[in-house]
C-alpha cells in the first residue's frame, strides 16, 4: 500500500521559514517524480514545484521562485520543500504528489499539510 504522509505545516509570520517533508512508502520511490500542489481555500489546486526522479531537474511556479526550494533524498524516500520569505497568500493546504509516466503510469496524494501564514 502506497502512502504519502507530509509534516512540517504550522502557523508562521510573514518572512518566516518552514520545511515540509513528505515521507513515502509501498512504492519504488526513485522511480517517482515529486511534485508539491497547493491548495488556498476557494480556489482551484495549484503546482507550486516539482523535481525529477533522481533529482536533476526542478521547476517552480513563478509566485514562488527564489522563496521555495524542493529536493529529495532517495535514501530516506523523502522529498522536501523549503519555503523561505513566506507571505499571506502562501497561505494553503500544500499536499505531496508522486508520479511514475509511461507505460505504468502512477499517480499517488499525500493527505496534505496546512500552512498558515499570518501576524
Known amino acids: 500500500q502506497v502512502q504519502l504522509v507530509e509534516s ?4 508562521v509570520q510573514p518572512t518566516g521559514s518552514l520545511r515540509l517533508s513528505c515521507a513515502a512508502s509501498g512504492l519504488i520511490f526513485s522511480s517517482y517524480a515529486m ?8 480556489k482551484e489546486r495549484e503546482l ?7 533529482g ?3 521547476n517552480y511556479a513563478d509566485s514562488v521562485k527564489g522563496r521555495f526550494t524542493i529536493s529529495r533524498d ?3 524516500n523523502t522529498v522536501y520543500l523549503q519555503m523561505n ?6 497561505t494553503a493546504v500544500y499536499y ?7 507505460t505504468y503510469y ?3 496524494w499525500g493527505q496534505g499539510t496546512q500552512v498558515t501564514v499570518s501576524s
Do not use: F, H, M
Request: charged fraction near 20%.
Open 56 to 58: 536533476g531537474s526542478t
Open 48 to 54: 507550486v514545484a516539482a523535481i525529477t526522479s533522481a
Open 8 to 11: 512540517g505545516g504550522g502557523l
Open 106 to 108: 502512477s499517480d499517488y
Open 35 to 42: 511534485r508539491w500542489y497547493r491548495q488556498a481555500p476557494g
Open 96 to 102: 505531496c504528489n508522486a508520479v511514475r509516466g509511461g
Open 85 to 90: 520569505n513566506l507571505k499571506p497568500e502562501d
Open 74 to 76: 532517495n535514501a530516506k
